[in-house]
């Protein structure tokens, strides 16, 4: 009986201290998140709004630790806290700090979130759309006073031309007029002397003579002109003919490449690297690939191929695909890439543009575009997912990658303000090969460059990208 009773004692004691412990770490946490919020609420009256955020999301964290509910107070003054803090978003655009406060309002603490703040985070969503469609009119009001400037001083120098034309054509008929009047006065001449003595009659025969020869040598260099301009002819016949087979062998190497035929760039050695850089020393080690992931890339290159050819169909860009994948696999090659990793890079240039499937067909075949116009088309860099889900979820980082961020400049100037070290590496590819490409096709408003000039326009606005590659496509153009 003193033990059971002893027993129960000794329960009845340990609750008690439990239930201390409780009672001791609730009022600990109601203590912290008082704390917090005198400080939230201290630098709201200071004005310091980025501070006063910091608290109230330090207050809002233990509220909602361990699925605790976020007290009405707190809700009221973190509300204002985040108005203030889009208020200076909006003020001054930061993306960071926007996607940040964004992610919380719809993620993390969404009871703060009410309609006037809601309102307030699409507000800013407008005027960044609004700066930017006004950045773009810019651009496009220069483009097309840069093709004014270009139009004017070419109708000057046809005119020039003309006049130096007419002018030759006015000197020729003068001549001809008077090769004609010496010839009348000649044919007088000799009138005049049949009826004059022997003498007279031998002069008349010499003059025959010279001109007989005059126009035996004129026949004679019309001949050699002639002949000269059929050698001619036949040597540009036969370098067009050597072009052709060159372009043909080209393109049949090319048409195996993209046709499943990468099975020719393993080799038992492995692929011999042109050259070294920052690119294979960052790069990891090769790994030798099984027959089956040759295989498994074999089928990707295949679907990449049959998307990229929807998509230069659709873009109206012919041969886009199988040009820019193929200059991406030989910078990659030449920038020591490992071999995997350029077939990788090989598929994801062939498909970096699928966004475009997902807008409006009829602003790919506009000839002119508004800036709303412009700003939908610049879109298709965030509507490629859809079209890529046949991608291994270990190659989606790169086809993702090529899709997003193509677009990205070195000095920040793209669509999603990366820049330097921040692009990823296949995007600092594709934007040059994209470049390059586009310079030397030719297009229904203009004719190609030749690949020099297209290199020289390049490296005329290196500011723009990557200094390894712009040297490695000189390497192999």
């Given amino acids: 009986m003193l033990l059971n009773r002893f027993k129960k004692i000794f329960a009845l004691f340990v609750g008690l201290l439990i239930l201390s412990a ?53 809700l009221v003054i973190a509300r204002g806290i985040y108005m203030q803090r889009l208020n200076e978003i909006q003020r001054s655009y930061n ?31 407008a005027d960044v759309i609004a700066i930017e469609k006004a950045e773009d009119k810019k651009q496009q009001k220069d483009f097309l006073n840069s093709i004014k400037d270009s139009t004017s001083s070419t109708n000057d120098a046809i005119a020039d031309l003309g006049n130096k034309m007419v002018n030759q054509s006015e000197q020729t008929k003068e001549m001809m007029r008077q090769s004609l ?10 009138r005049e002397d049949s009826k004059k003595t022997q003498r007279s009659i031998t002069m008349i025969f010499v003059i025959v003579v010279i001109i007989v020869v005059v126009i035996l040598l004129v026949v004679g260099l019309i001949l050699l002109i002639m002949r000269i301009s059929v050698r001619q002819s036949q040597m540009q016949q036969a370098q067009y003919a050597e072009a052709f087979k060159l372009l043909a ?62 998509i230069d169909q659709a873009t109206g860009r012919k041969n886009n695909s199988k040009n820019v994948s193929e200059i991406v ?21 062939m498909v970096y543009d699928a966004g475009f499937l997902s807008v409006n067909q009829e602003l790919l075949q506009a000839e002119t575009l508004t800036d709303e116009q412009r700003k939908e088309l610049a879109k298709h860099i965030y509507l490629a997912e859809d079209h890529l889900q046949f991608v291994p979820k270990k190659y989606w980082e790169v086809f993702f990658a090529a899709a997003k961020y193509h677009h990205e400049n070195e000095d ?40 020099d000039s297209a290199v020289e326009r390049l490296e005329e606005e290196s500011y723009l990208y990557d200094k390894e590659v712009l040297a490695a496509l000189k390497d192999i153009i």
Wanted: aromatic residues 6%.
């Fill in 181 to 190: 009047e010496q010839q009348m006065q000649t044919t007088e001449l000799i």
């Fill in 329 to 349: 696999f030989k910078l990659a090659t030449r920038l020591g890439v490992p071999q995997h990793d350029a077939m990788v890079y090989f598929c994801a240039s």
């Fill in 95 to 125: 993306e960071n700090n926007y996607i940040d406060i964004k992610t919380n309002l719809e993620e993390k603490y969404p009871a703060v979130n009410n309609a006037e703040l809601a309102k307030k985070v699409k507000q800013i969503a």
């Fill in 412 to 451: 920040g100037s793209g669509y999603c303000g990366q820049k330097g070290e921040g692009i990823p590496k296949i995007a600092k590819i594709i934007r040059v090969a994209d470049s390059y490409n586009a310079l030397s096709s030719k297009r229904t408003f203009r004719g190609g460059m030749d690949k």
């Fill in 22 to 74: 409780n009672s001791f770490a609730q009022t600990s946490q109601d203590q912290i998140i008082q704390k917090y919020l005198e400080k939230a609420n201290a630098e709201y009256d200071n004005g310091n709004i980025p501070a006063a955020y910091k608290n109230i999301n330090a207050t809002l964290n233990f509220c909602t630790m361990n699925g605790g509910v976020i007290p009405a107070n707190v």
């Fill in 249 to 310: 062998k080209n393109q049949s190497q090319t048409n195996q490449l993209m046709i499943g035929g990468i099975a020719g760039l393993y080799s038992s050695d492995g692929l011999k690297l042109a050259g070294s850089s920052t690119w294979s020393q960052e790069a990891l080690p090769e790994p030798e690939d099984s027959e089956e992931e040759k295989e498994a890339l074999r089928e990707l290159a295949v679907k990449c191929e049959d998307l990229g050819a929807k």
